[in-house]
């Protein structure tokens, strides 16, 4: 096994020549231009050694494959029959390694429309040991993943909304399980994760959607007995999307609020009480109001948001210290790639964004330095088929090389005859790539404005401009003339933001205040 550290760059597109290429790319499950399948769902990665387990789901039954790390060839196939999803409906799962193995969890409908969850659980030789199904009511969107209570290797927790609000503890050991009831009150859908603080005490975090944004609504539950012990709404109007982290016992929120204006700003929540700081604004301007992750670098120094366009970097304190421009995505709500640092805790991205040839998305990986936000070394990455990729889960494996779990037209949700395709591709070589449309310095002025806006960069004729209002609506599309100036004295008073595309790609953002004369 390689026990070095490398973080390994390259650019590769089927468009482009070049002596750099991945080091593999292993393509799995459910493409098929003449029978389509049902559907293809990925529920985790367990690295091992030099091995990478993974588990998928491919029409109406658990997949486990194994890859080997080194050469991206596979190892080893299994197929768990016993407990089949009735196509096409399935609400997502997860994969993790336990104590015994590994145990999984899905859930899905019945050919009678019964919903019901399932839990496996697989002994390391890969051998199916027990399978319990506990049935449910309806299933109402996604259910959060697989956790382990602390201090505990053998019981697991998940949490799922359908005519209730539902915690399943499920032992890997004796294969008991309980089920916990709770009114949903306002809770609409759930976040992906479940916190526990330090005295064991469950914290489920829920969304009310209305309309264009949101309430978060908080459930303190003791596990065991599955005592309901707080409830609270944050009464606070919050849009559009958020992102949690937790933090000793609070919880970090960022998220996007209606007003007064559509700032970046920061809550923290006390998870043994629900109390709630006010609110933090950062005075800095989210283009994508889709959150994608909140992070922390490794010695806890820095916070990281990354939204479905941009990558902000504040101190610990919330200070703003730069944000870099990632470029647009059709679809940022189906990456879901985790921020990942090398071991100069340089930030690593791997998102999907919109090609310059046709309505399309394709993987792009970055490295940025931390200190500035510029770009170290970069992949772009366009699949051989014209279908959206979408970049799921990157991780490094035991040799700390960076790999990616990919999908091909996927869409993270209620699966409906979806014919997709599963990927894994490594990028292992360590190489200066070819450099990225650079971010533009951009000056517009005057601002306030009340007629015409100049544009203070003569290279940006040409680009074509969007014209979007406070809540990212595009009023107006058009190409920058070479007088570089915009006319905007047709709108109305109020705060408003300019997004400039090269070739398809952002390359730089501004906002004004538009005011009467």
């Keep these: ?128 040991i027990n399978s319990t199904r506990l049935g449910t009511a309806y299933l109402q969107n996604k259910m959060t993943g697989l956790f382990n209570y602390p201090g505990s290797d053998t019981s697991y927790y998940v949490a799922q909304l359908s005519d209730s609000l539902r915690i399943f503890n499920f032992n890997t050991t004796d294969y008991s399980a309980r089920v916990f009831s ?13 916190f526990f603080n330090s005295s064991g005490d469950l914290t489920v975090v829920g969304f009310e959607p209305d309309g264009s944004h949101s309430s978060l609504v908080f459930k303190r539950i003791e596990v065991l007995n599955g005592n309901l012990l707080q409830s609270k709404d944050s009464t606070l109007s919050l849009g559009y999307s958020h992102e949690c982290l937790q933090k000793d016992d ?29 609110l933090i604004y950062t005075g800095e301007v989210v283009t994508g109001y889709f959150y994608r992750n909140l992070c922390k670098s490794p010695t806890l120094d820095k916070y990281y948001v990354e939204t479905e366009e941009e990558l902000f970097q504040f101190g610990t304190d919330y200070s703003f210290e730069y944000v870099r421009v990632l470029g647009q995505s059709t679809v940022g709500i189906y990456n879901q790639s985790p921020v990942l640092f090398d071991q100069n805790e340089n930030p690593i991205l791997f998102n999907s964004y919109l090609n310059n040839t046709i309505l399309n998305e394709d993987l792009i990986c970055r490295r940025l330095d931390r200190n500035s936000g510029n770009t170290i070394d970069s992949l772009i990455y366009d699949d051989v088929r014209n279908t959206p990729d979408f970049a799921v889960a990157q991780f490094f494996d035991a040799g700390n090389n960076l790999n990616l779990l990919y999908a091909n ?31 533009e310095v951009i000056e517009i002025y005057p601002n306030p404005v009340t007629n015409k806006l100049k544009i203070n960069n003569k290279n940006l004729a040409g680009c074509r401009v969007d014209l979007c209002d406070l809540t990212g609506k595009s009023l107006k599309k058009f190409i920058l003339n070479p007088e570089s100036e915009i006319d905007v004295s047709d709108l ?26």
């Design 1 to 128: 096994m390689k026990k070095n550290i490398f973080f390994f760059f390259f650019l590769f597109s089927v468009s482009v020549s070049g002596q750099m290429s991945p080091s593999w790319i292993n393509h799995f499950c459910c493409f098929d231009s003449v029978g389509p399948h049902s559907f293809s769902y990925p529920l985790g990665v367990v690295v091992e050694d030099d091995s990478l387990i993974v588990a998928y789901f491919e029409d109406d039954s658990m997949k486990v494959k194994i890859i080997s790390s080194n050469t991206g060839a596979d190892l080893s196939n299994f197929d768990f029959t016993n407990d089949t999803v009735f196509s096409p409906v399935y609400y997502g799962g997860s994969f993790v390694k336990c104590r015994e193995g590994y145990v999984s969890v899905t859930s899905t409908t019945d050919a009678n429309g019964s919903s019901f969850l399932i839990f496996n659980v697989i002994d390391h030789n890969f051998n199916l």
């Design 182 to 194: 709770y009114g949903k009150d306002r809770m609409d859908r759930l976040y992906r994760n479940l």
């Design 250 to 278: 609070s919880l970090i929120v960022v998220f996007t609020p209606l007003l007064p204006w559509p700032d970046l700003t920061f809550m923290s929540v006390d998870m043994n009480s629900f109390e709630y700081s006010d």
């Design 409 to 439: 037209d996927f869409d993270d949700a209620f699966i409906l005859q979806e014919e997709a395709q599963l990927n894994i591709i490594q990028l292992s070589s360590l190489t200066n790539s070819q450099d990225e449309i650079p971010l």
């Design 492 to 517: 109305k008073t109020g705060l408003y933001f300019l997004q400039f595309k090269k070739e398809g790609i952002v390359i730089s953002n501004a906002k004004f205040i538009k005011i009467e004369n």
